[in-house]
């Protein structure tokens, strides 16, 4: 494979700069089939990518247990009949380094890495208000002059990995999830704690609990948990899913969360009994089912969520023999579904092993990293030889924040987004022109989506708008203020309407100190969102100022 890395074209630079019709940042499920279609469309377009080849989510997070908890089958491109049916899943929940060599298939079907930069991340990019183009530095000092800015950079890939006083002074290993080694750890004899246990630090837990020496588990918020049930794939199972490629096209784009299940029972409908059969039925799924499609009650009416929250809990206690583990790894505090909920492999029963332990940080924060371990606020020192932190990211806004971004005028989207987090419909920020993002705030992409449906859509809305922006023979596109706005009230209406909006989470930031509250994810449904959409796209971009 012939890839071009920063070492490279710092040698060629360039006197003057690359001038491209669109630059897309990052190389992952959005950028990859952004570029695929705008070089259809003619477009000389190319994506820079900081990691060293494609994958994005799953190029950085390589730790010990990271896996699909979307369906392989659905988490798919559904835009080639030929492409989707050539890859064969081994299990309906893959794990990394499958999901990876599938990244790969995806580059090299396409041929898509003769036009991506690897090992190249973005500095800068500045709106010209004379040219209506933008100029786009790399770290590597190359400048590029593009008409279209694309950021395609992952609604989790700003990994909060700077937590505590101290870390520099640690004299083992530390490192965060999403940048993991890409060498083998071994784990043998080693004393290892992990920070936090949500999605991620859950995969890690039950994976790497009987492989090391102790390992010690740092809890502040408890997650409810449902168990993965994860088959290995026949070969007549492969055939059964390949033969839905046409059901599934139809159908995954209109469901309320881009998943092939949703909701179909109403609450008040059944019978006590009922539901409970309903609840007992979709968990023993193995899925995220019950968070996706059950009861969609749970989002909105706080004693039907309760229910299915004690629901939830009851079968988390009848799973751990220790009582004293309810309080930790239980929550009661918010109800099942306002957090992201985590599938498992026998996470709970690792608490039970004699060489793990659970020590609360809820009450007793970490207040620093020092040569030795994690010293808590009551004076503990945690002697360790590993620290793996698991503690999230900043989601939605962190991967362009970290970036110069500066739109008319000079304003920088950090600065904006700082005071308030604003974006129409997630695709376009008003005052940065000819800006376009997936994954950002204030669509289902940021949180709550089987993301390969979401960034497909947004990525084909986004062609679509270049369409329209070029064969009208116009320059430039952007939002108007008030049509920004009318989104931003209907999205916060939407979330106000919901539970998850009285919840604190990284589904409204509250994990970043400083960052605006505000739902990220739009809760109105992936199929409602994605009717707005075309519409704006049918009505000829109304609401967008044009030139």
């Not at 784990?187 to 936090?196: A, L």
Request: glycine content about 8%; some cysteine; overall charge negative.
């Amino acid at each position: 494979m012939n890839y071009v890395t920063k070492d490279a074209v710092a040698a060629a630079l360039p006197a003057e700069p690359t001038v491209l019709d669109a630059v897309i940042i990052g190389a992952g499920v959005a950028g990859l089939y952004q570029l695929h279609q705008l070089r259809e469309r003619g477009l000389n377009v190319r994506v820079y990518e900081r990691a060293s080849d494609v994958g994005g989510t799953w190029y950085w997070n390589r730790y010990p247990g990271a896996r699909f908890d979307s369906e392989a089958y659905i988490y798919q491109y559904l835009f080639s009949e030929e492409l989707y049916k050539g890859w064969s899943w081994s299990e309906r929940f893959p794990a990394q380094p499958e999901i990876e060599q599938w990244m790969h298939y995806i580059a090299s079907e396409l041929d898509l890495r003769r036009d991506i930069r690897f090992d190249t991340g973005i500095a800068s990019a500045h709106y010209r208000e004379d040219a209506g183009r933008w100029t786009v530095t790399t770290d590597s000092g190359e400048t590029i002059d593009a008409q279209f800015l694309i950021t395609c950079c992952g609604m989790l890939s700003a990994p909060m990995a700077d937590m505590f006083p101290g870390q520099d002074s640690f004299t083992g290993r530390i490192f965060h999830t999403a940048r993991w080694p890409r060498e083998e750890i071994d784990f043998e004899g080693k004393r290892v704690g992990v920070v936090g246990i949500g999605a991620t630090g859950i995969q890690v837990i039950q994976t790497i609990a009987d492989k090391v020496g102790e390992l010690k588990v740092f809890i502040r918020t408890p997650q409810y948990a449902l168990p993965m049930r994860n088959p290995k794939f026949g070969a007549d199972d492969v055939d059964a899913y390949k033969a839905r490629f046409q059901e599934l096209r139809k159908t995954l784009p209109h469901t309320f969360t881009g998943f092939e299940y949703d909701f179909k029972y109403q609450w008040a409908d059944l019978t006590p009994q009922q539901r409970l059969n309903v609840l007992e039925e979709i968990y023993e799924s193995g899925s995220l089912q019950l968070w996706l499609a059950s009861f969609a009650e749970m989002f909105f009416d706080a004693e039907v969520s309760e229910e299915i929250s004690e629901f939830v809990r009851n079968k988390m206690r009848g799973r751990l023999k220790d009582k004293k583990l309810w309080d930790l790894l239980i929550p009661t505090d918010y109800g099942f579904g306002t957090h992201r909920v985590p599938l498992e492999t026998n996470y709970l029963e690792v608490y039970h092993r004699p060489n793990v332990e659970a020590v609360s940080v809820r009450d007793n924060p970490i207040v620093a990293v020092t040569a030795d371990g994690i010293r808590t606020a009551d004076g503990t020192l945690h002697e360790l030889d590993v620290i793996i932190l698991a503690t999230g990211f900043d989601a939605g806004t962190g991967a362009l924040t970290r970036i110069d971004i500066r739109g008319r005028d000079g304003r920088s989207l950090k600065e904006d987004w700082s005071k308030d987090i604003r974006t129409t419909m997630g695709l376009q920020v008003h005052g940065y022109p000819n800006m376009f993002t997936t994954g950002a705030p204030l669509a289902p992409s940021a949180a709550l989506c089987n993301m390969t449906t979401c960034l497909q859509q947004q990525t084909e809305w986004i062609s679509g708008c270049i369409d329209h922006v070029r064969g009208k023979g116009l320059s430039v596109i952007e939002p108007t203020a008030e049509t920004e706005a009318q989104w931003i009230a209907h999205h916060d209406e939407t979330a106000g309407a919901n539970l998850i909006s009285k919840t604190n989470s990284w589904y409204l930031g509250s994990n970043v100190p400083g960052k605006p509250r505000r739902v990220l994810s739009y809760t109105g449904g992936v199929g409602a969102y994605r009717q707005k959409c075309d519409a704006a796209a049918l009505g000829g971009y109304e609401g967008f100022a044009k030139r």
